[in-house]
């Protein structure tokens, strides 16, 4: 194929137009090797799996609750006290206080708690609910006190 002056001239000029065109694609050429790139990307930790935040009971769950099972959820209480005919508890966090009231079902029953509070120790605010779902968790870490 012979090609005249002209028609050289025309075909390099496209040539260059298509390749200034390429230049501003979206595209984006591989500035790395790949063996840079493997390394990269070995160094980035593997996703954790995340434990779905449990949900703790409702401090209203302590009306009505017998002295076992709430021995079960907080543990043995820092402060017993019996004053005829109620036992009272009290359990503690650097932020809170609860204090269990338990009376019997009749004579010689279990004792349940029949009324309860929470207070407050230091600066923070802390709700009811709050300050049992610290209890409880203090409790499962061994810190309660």
């Known amino acids: 194929m012979i090609f005249t002056k002209g028609?050289?001239?025309?075909?390099?000029?496209?040539?260059?137009?298509l390749g200034a065109c390429a230049i501003d694609s979206p595209v984006k050429p591989q500035t790395t090797a790949p063996s840079q790139h493997a390394a990269a990307t070995a160094s980035i930790p593997a996703p954790v799996a995340v434990k779905p935040e449990r949900t703790l009971p409702q401090a209203a769950m302590l009306?009505?609750?017998?002295?076992?099972?709430?021995?079960d959820l907080l543990?043995?209480?820092p402060f017993k006290r019996q004053d005829d005919p109620a036992l009272i508890w009290q359990y503690r966090t650097s932020h809170c206080a609860l204090d269990l009231f338990l009376y019997r079902d009749g004579a010689g029953g279990t004792y349940r708690v029949r009324h309860f509070e929470t207070r407050n120790r230091g600066k923070a605010v802390v709700s009811p609910q709050d300050c049992f779902a610290d209890l409880i968790t203090a409790y499962e870490k061994g810190s309660s006190g």
């Open 7 to 17: 028609a050289l001239c025309r075909i390099l000029l496209t040539t260059l137009l």
């Open 63 to 71: 009306d009505g609750l017998d002295a076992a099972k709430v021995l």
């Open 75 to 77: 543990g043995q209480p």
